[in-house]
């Protein structure tokens, strides 16, 4: 009986840790969900099991925790769980994936009297050399058990190197769209599942967007076909929680050349503008350069930095 106590306890407790996947949207003026959480590593447990965990990416918890092993982390390491976001600088509406982020946001129609929501999850991305598209699309289809069409360029890339596949992958085990698929209405362009979990939150697809088995398995039944996709590219997101501001700083996806002339790149001219839009008022030489300190971190993780950035009106 001690036993079963024991496994039940740690059940419960595993349970609890779990992230939820959709927030009630802010109140009017503040723009962040979520919660910062922290777990200690298990033996034998990466930091992909704990993302996964969390419906996380690779990319999120391995960017909160940089002086962590993703593969080995000791035992009893204390491990910085990103649950909290600043929702997307775009209207909160339809379905919004933000590339740097490696994350998309699905706002569901509230009926009468539901509270307002947004459903979040992380994603697999566009590879270099196959990056996915910015910009507005549609939901046109959606498919159960998908069979998947090896790309001519990528099936005739493999037979050069010696590599005999059939093109024609069909739905189960190996197929790389997972159980389900939503068709977007631009040429090979799908937002899936995959039999490679391991790899959300990589920059690893053909430019699709993946997700987990269970994610995707959740969300092609909430969202309806027709629905909104505005695909976008926001590394750096500035939003406010109670009067207070922070930034949320993710690696670009491309990175420019090094900027010879000097002055802002582009992301920090972003960061920038998003601190003045918020009013946070001019800022000194001190300021800009804690601003640029911490956007280059680039953690993922929201940062108040209106303890040390005021108005100099």
């Not at 979520?34 to 918890?61: C, H, K, P």
């Not at 790309?151 to 189960?172: D, F, K, Q």
Request: aromatic share 8%.
């Amino acid at each position: 009986m001690k036993r079963i106590f024991i496994l039940l306890s740690f059940i419960c407790s595993l349970s609890a840790e779990v992230s939820a996947e959709s927030f009630p949207l802010p109140s009017a003026g503040n723009q962040l969900v979520g919660e910062i959480q922290y777990v200690e590593s298990l033996a034998g447990e990466t930091l992909l099991d704990i993302a996964r965990r969390f419906d996380l990416g690779y990319n999120e918890i391995t960017a909160a925790n940089p002086h962590v092993d993703p593969w080995l982390p000791d035992e009893g390491t204390r491990i910085l769980v990103p649950t909290r976001f600043v929702l997307p600088q775009t209207p909160w509406r339809d379905v919004v994936v933000n590339l740097s982020e490696m994350r998309v946001y699905y706002f569901p129609a509230p009926r009468n009297g539901e509270t307002p929501m947004v459903i979040t999850h992380p994603i697999g991305i566009g590879r270099e050399g196959g990056a996915t598209p910015v910009g507005d699309f549609q939901i046109v289809m959606k498919i159960d058990h998908p069979n998947w069409t090896m790309p001519e360029a990528v099936y005739n890339e493999l037979l050069s190197n010696g590599i005999e596949t059939p093109r024609l992958i069909p739905s189960g085990p190996d197929n790389p769209l997972g159980e389900y698929a939503m068709k977007l209405n631009a040429d090979g362009l799908f937002i899936h599942g995959t039999n490679k979990p391991y790899s959300i939150g990589m920059r690893v697809t053909l430019g699709c967007l993946r997700l987990y088995p269970e994610d995707i398995n959740q969300l092609i039944h909430q969202i309806p076909k027709g629905m909104a996709v505005h695909i976008v590219d926001q590394p750096y997101k500035v939003g406010k929680e109670n009067g207070v501001l922070f930034i949320e700083a993710h690696a670009p996806i491309e990175h420019d050349a090094p900027n010879a002339g000097g002055g802002m790149t582009p992301e920090v001219a972003g960061v920038v503008a998003g601190v003045v839009e918020s009013n946070v008022g001019r800022l000194s030489p001190a300021q800009w350069e804690y601003i640029v300190a911490l956007a280059g971190r680039h953690t993922g993780v929201p940062t108040a930095i209106s303890r040390r950035v005021v108005s100099n009106n």
